[in-house]
């Protein structure tokens, strides 16, 4: 099993649509989780962390399942401008080591 | 101004030619990364550094070289330039063993 993973989709979806996708990492020792964004050709960045309890912000949530060992990541009322590629990254669950990316997830909103 | 640099923004070499990537940053973090990412293949870790005193290799350091010349400044090399090394390449700063935060990136083409 790899250690992160993702669909890569492509995700088609109309605006105003509700879209999840998840990420499964496989070192159970993992702490920290985080999803970015990356627009074709930039650099990734940092979306949301993603915090035991789940977290919010406007219509992005984030979810973690340590017993499954997924995080996945819910966009609400879908814009054209959410159209990325969205990658999950977990650390290694080792001090001193370097965040874990998975390949991406590609989401297209159209109108 | 941004806080992770990189420099040149966009590269065309030859084979065979040494060429060098830099990275600085005005975050004040201790840890540094380069990636490379190639489409299908996500992020691919090359070298990280904790410190200046500090280097560790990544997944695919063959070929590659760094140097911390000092806690702002990150340098990769590629002694010998070869055409599979044409790819983005990412560099990457962090407080701890939680999120990173990516440069502009580097398009680098070997012919």
């Known amino acids: 099993r790899k250690e992160v993973e993702q669909d890569p989709g492509p995700f088609n979806v109309p605006e105003g649509a509700t879209v999840a996708f998840n990420c499964t990492y496989s070192?159970?020792?993992?702490?920290?989780f985080f999803w970015y964004r990356q627009d074709c050709r930039k650099e990734p960045k940092l979306l949301m962390s993603?915090?035991?309890s789940g977290n919010e912000d406007g219509r992005f949530t984030a979810q973690l399942n340590r017993a499954s060992q997924y995080i996945s990541l819910l966009i609400r009322d879908s814009k054209l401008s959410d159209s990325a590629t969205y990658l999950c990254a977990v650390n290694s669950g080792q001090a001193g080591t370097a965040l874990i990316f998975g390949k991406g997830t590609t989401l297209s909103v159209s109108s | 101004d941004a806080d992770v640099t990189q420099t040149p923004r966009n590269r065309i070499t030859k084979t065979g030619k040494r060429i060098m990537l830099e990275c600085s940053q005005t975050k004040g973090h201790d840890r540094m990364y380069w990636y490379r990412q190639d489409p299908g293949l996500g992020l691919r870790l090359i070298y990280y550094s904790f410190d200046v005193k500090d280097i560790n290799k990544g997944e695919i350091s063959d070929g590659y070289s760094v140097s911390r010349q000092a806690q702002a400044k990150f340098s990769l090399s590629l002694e010998s330039a070869i055409p599979n090394q044409t790819a983005l390449y990412f560099c990457?700063?962090?407080?701890?063993?939680?999120?990173?935060?990516f440069g502009p990136g580097t398009r680098l083409t070997v012919t």
């Open positions: 070192n159970s020792a993992s702490q920290s």
């Open positions: 990457a700063t962090a407080p701890d063993d939680t999120e990173q935060y």
């Open positions: 993603v915090y035991s």
